[in-house]
């Protein structure tokens, strides 16, 4: 069994603060990928006034349904802990098809 939950995500710390946000974009970004190349889309984003939930599937989440459940579970964590605040929409952004998988585990779990 590989170790962790498939993946990592965090809110990015340009977007903003809680409560205050016009909305709430979820980023899945490809495999390889790392915060300077999504910067452009999380600046974009942040200057609508929205909050970025940058969310990275690891490989192994792309054949482990599990891995990518896991992953999906912590995202909807996330995503409540924000609408408890204050209801906004959601917008899911997909940037490569290995990372729909993950984006499809999201819409699944709702």
Request: contains cysteine; hydrophobic residues 45%; glycine residues 10%.
């Amino acid at each position: 069994m590989w170790p962790g939950c498939g993946g990592r995500f965090y809110w990015a710390p340009e977007s903003a603060p809680p409560g205050q946000a016009r909305g709430v974009a979820v980023l899945f970004a490809w495999v390889w990928s790392d915060e300077t190349q999504l910067r452009p889309f999380v600046e974009l984003y942040s200057s609508l006034g929205w909050r970025c939930l940058v969310c990275h599937p690891d490989l192994v989440a792309l054949y482990l349904s599990e891995k990518a459940i896991s992953l999906a579970t912590g995202v909807i964590n996330e995503l409540v802990k924000e609408l408890k605040i204050k209801i906004v929409p959601i917008v899911l952004a997909s940037f490569s098809g290995g990372s729909k998988g993950c984006m499809y585990k999201v819409i699944q779990l709702k």
